[in-house]
């Protein structure tokens, strides 16, 4: 019997003790249970939606407004400033350039006129070596000319790179001179397209030469080779 009371008295104090704490503490438990779970979840219409991402001409377009330079910008940028450098460096060469041309065509003149000599001549191997032997220290001023003034190739921007075709096919047609060169098919379009890069070279000096923006060497003394004078080569006061 006593062990039966113990056992309902426990139980009604437990009770006791459940309900006091419900009583005491209002909804804390409840609140302890939602804390746990957390806030609810917004609805959907509530959820701030994501910004689509930017287009790249847009993203460039918002780049150049803040301030900000793109490589292909940076590049162009750069590549003016190289041709301005490039422009420069032949106005300072201006009357090598000419005279360089002005002899190269004579030179197309030349085979042009003895093509057609050596076909009719009685021996046109003879009359082939015999000019040969005057053209190989012309060609080999040319050729010395040429390397001095354009830095081995390497200067002259745009304007070497006409100038560059018309020599290497000024050489590659000093290397098929033969004494019937003359009737080869190939001979007059070899001459044309030579003296074609030739119109282009002089169209862009007439351009450079009245570009009143451009800054001559003052330092430069002709006959150098390109990129070895004294002084500033962009800067004709040394600035």
Same mark, same amino acid.
């Given at each position: ?6 056992? &309902?008295?426990?139980?009604? &104090? ?10 005491? $503490? ?32 847009e ?7 803040? $301030?900000?330079?793109?490589? =292909?910008?940076?590049a ?6 190289? #041709? ?10 201006? *009357? #090598? ?5 002005? %002899? ?8 042009? *006129? ?30 010395? !000319?040429? =390397?001095?003034?354009?830095?081995? $190739?390497?200067?002259? /921007?745009?304007?070497? &790179?006409?100038? +560059? ?10 290397? =098929?001179?033969?004494? %019937?060169?003359?009737s ?8 044309? %397209?030579? !003296?074609?890069?030739?119109? #282009? ?16 060497? *003052?330092?430069?003394?002709? $006959? ?5 004078? +004294? +002084? =500033?080569? +962009?800067?004709?006061? /040394? #600035?």
């Amino acid at each position: 019997m006593r062990s039966n009371h113990v056992i &309902v008295t426990l139980a009604a &104090v437990l009770a006791m003790a459940v309900s006091t704490g419900a009583c005491d $503490g209002g909804d804390s438990g409840k609140d302890k249970i939602l804390d746990g779970i957390g806030p609810a979840s917004k609805k959907l219409d509530e959820i701030p939606k994501a910004k689509p991402k930017m287009t790249p001409e847009e993203l460039k377009e918002a780049r150049r407004k803040a $301030g900000f330079k793109d490589m =292909d910008e940076i590049a162009a940028e750069n590549a003016k400033e190289f #041709e301005k450098g490039a422009r420069e460096y032949v106005k300072t060469r201006i *009357k #090598e350039y000419r005279a360089f041309l002005a %002899d190269i065509r004579a030179n197309l003149d030349d085979i042009e *006129k003895q093509a057609g000599a050596w076909s009719k001549a009685k021996d046109p191997q003879k009359s082939f070596d015999k000019w040969k032997a005057k053209f190989k220290d012309v060609a080999k001023d040319l050729t010395k !000319r040429y =390397d001095k003034m354009t830095g081995n $190739g390497a200067e002259g /921007g745009n304007t070497q &790179v006409s100038l +560059g075709k018309a020599f290497r096919g000024w050489e590659d047609l000093k290397a =098929d001179l033969s004494p %019937d060169i003359g009737s080869n098919e190939r001979f007059a379009t070899a001459l044309e %397209d030579i !003296r074609k890069n030739l119109g #282009e070279v002089e169209k862009s000096l007439d351009d450079i030469d009245k570009d009143e923006s451009l800054v001559i060497n *003052k330092f430069y003394k002709e $006959g150098e080779e390109g990129g070895e004078e +004294g +002084g =500033d080569e +962009g800067g004709g006061d /040394g #600035e």
